[in-house]
Structure formats: C-alpha cells, structure tokens
C-alpha cells in the first residue's frame, strides 16, 4: 500500500494549548480523503504542518514515504494547497496570477493556464481584475492556482465555501474526475458532511485536535442505508427476541431504548406486533436513513461524553 500522507502521534501546541493532539492520518495514493470537523477541530493546522507552514511540536509527517523535516520543500513541488483564504493580487487578472504563480513554480508546461481556467469555469472571466471577483470565483480560481502545475497531492482547507449549488456540484466533478485520471490524492477538509460523502473514498474524523476514527468507502456505504428504528422499554428483551424468535442478525442495539433493523424492513407490522405481544412496549417505530451525520454526532457525542468522565 502507497500512502500520501502517515503522520505519527502529530501535536501543535501554542500557548500551552494543544491544537493537534497525537494525530494519526493514513491517506492512501491516489483517494479523496475527507477531513472532516467542526470548527476549531484542528484541520486548518493539520494542513499547515503538512504544507510546513507550521513546524509539529511532537510527531513526525511523511509524504509520499519521505519524513518532512522544517527544513524540508522540495517536496511542494509535487503538492497544490488551498490553505484558509486564497489571497491574490486583486489589481491584476486571474491570468496574471496564474502567470506569476507559473513562473514562480518553474513550470512550463503550455496551455496549461487556459486548461485549469476552463476546468474551473472562469475562462470568461479570466481578463478580469481579481478585485471584481465574488468569493465563490476566487474559490475556484484557488482552486486552478493549485492544480496548475500538477502536482500529486493537493491540500484543499473547505474548497466549496461560498459556491453555489451548482458550483459544488461542478467542483466536486472536477475534484473526482482528476482523482481518478491523474491517480492525484486529495485531502479535503470540511464541516459540509453531504458534501464530502458524495465523493470521498476514506474519510477522517476529528474532534479538539484527536483523530477520531478513519473510515473507509465500504463502511460509509454500509452507512448510508434505511432502516427501521424502534424505540423500546427494554432494548435487551428486544434484541433478544429478534434474534432468536425472528432470525434476524442485520440490527444495531443504539442504546438501551432503541434498535435499528437492517433486514426485512417491509414486515415492521408484523414484528412491532411480535415484541408487543411478547411483553415489549413499543414507544415508537419510525424508518430511518442513516447517514454519515449520524455517525458522526455520534462519535464527537461519545467523545464529549469521555472527556467529561474524565476530568
């Protein structure tokens, strides 16, 4: 297996306060990997540490297999980011800075600047101050600026804020369509849940600078499905009787009050009827899509939950 990125107990601390926390990322080469989290949760200084505009206070980052050291940037050269806000020089066009950004990169490729301008729909636009830009047009021309030369890794910090529907839509296209014809890994962090379901092929949760887990497709695949959500007295009896009276095995025991069915979900008559006769107070039954929301409120609920116990 080729990795992108590994970090290795990575941690920022500023001010005595830790920011990144002994966080492990494993992204492959070649996937979308979704960062997902809330504000503050330590995305944007995760990808500043990769990008090295800031130095880890612990842990140790490898790109492409090599460990990146503060004195290390040959390896930028393989990499396009989008980090924060995208600055320009608003009194020139979007050509011009795509000119200076190409010159600077040493790339020569030619063509390339009106490629990445037709990419991202501002081929229009392109003669056009920066200044006159609205904020979803300097997200898209950020967006050619780090795809212009190539590179193998692209570092994007919530690429799709301030686009339209439609322009979502369209970025999200791109960002697949170059994923899978140039074999490039792209990191894209969010808080836009929908978003990054519709195209990551792993995706990373982090809450208060710890990586809570790292999910692959199949399991947010396996995720996204209906099912039948029953709330119960008792969960347990509940549980017990689908198995054993039904045969059911596709069902979550949530907590103590409610289940979720997975299988057969056109027989929620039958078996609410079973467990009432049975003994089980049905409170309510309700059919259900989960999504990767559920999963993840879940996850930063049980996280909240553990960091209370413990203080």
């Not at 499905?225 to 347990?236: H, K, N, P, Y």
Request: with cysteine; hydrophobic share 40%; aromatic share 6%.
């Amino acid at each position: 297996m080729t990795y992108a990125i590994q970090t290795h107990g990575l941690s920022k601390r500023i001010g005595g306060h830790t920011i990144v926390d002994n966080l492990n990322m494993n992204v492959k080469a070649g996937e979308i990997y979704a960062f997902l989290g809330g504000n503050g949760s330590g995305k944007t200084s995760t990808l500043k540490m990769i990008a090295n505009l800031w130095k880890p206070t612990a842990g140790s980052i490898e790109v492409f297999g090599k460990t990146i050291k503060p004195q290390s940037y040959e390896y930028l050269q393989n990499v396009g980011s989008i980090i924060e806000y995208p600055r320009f020089y608003e009194r020139l066009s979007a050509r011009k800075n795509l000119e200076i950004h190409q010159k600077l990169s040493g790339y020569e490729e030619k063509g390339c600047i009106d490629q990445v301008l037709k990419q991202v729909d501002l081929s229009l636009s392109s003669e056009s101050p920066v200044s006159t830009f609205s904020l979803g047009m300097k997200q898209r021309l950020g967006l050619a600026r780090a795809i212009l030369t190539r590179p193998s890794l692209l570092l994007l910090d919530e690429p799709i804020n301030s686009l339209d529907p439609a322009g979502i839509k369209e970025i999200r296209s791109l960002l697949i369509d170059l994923s899978k014809q140039r074999g490039l890994a792209i990191v894209i962090s969010s808080h836009i849940l929908s978003e990054l379901e519709e195209m990551a092929a792993t995706v990373g949760i982090i809450h208060r600078g710890r990586m809570l887990t790292e999910l692959s497709y199949q399991a947010i695949s396996e995720m996204n499905r209906q099912s039948i959500e029953f709330m119960v007295d008792d969960g347990q009896k509940a549980a017990f009787l689908l198995h054993e009276r039904l045969g059911l095995s596709k069902f979550t025991v949530v907590d103590a009050h409610t289940i979720r069915l997975y299988e057969r979900l056109n027989e929620g008559g039958k078996i609410n009827g079973l467990l009432s006769s049975e003994g089980v107070e049905v409170r309510s039954m309700v059919l259900k899509q989960d999504t990767l929301e559920d999963y993840f409120l879940s996850l930063v609920d049980r996280s909240n939950n553990h960091a209370g116990e413990s203080k």
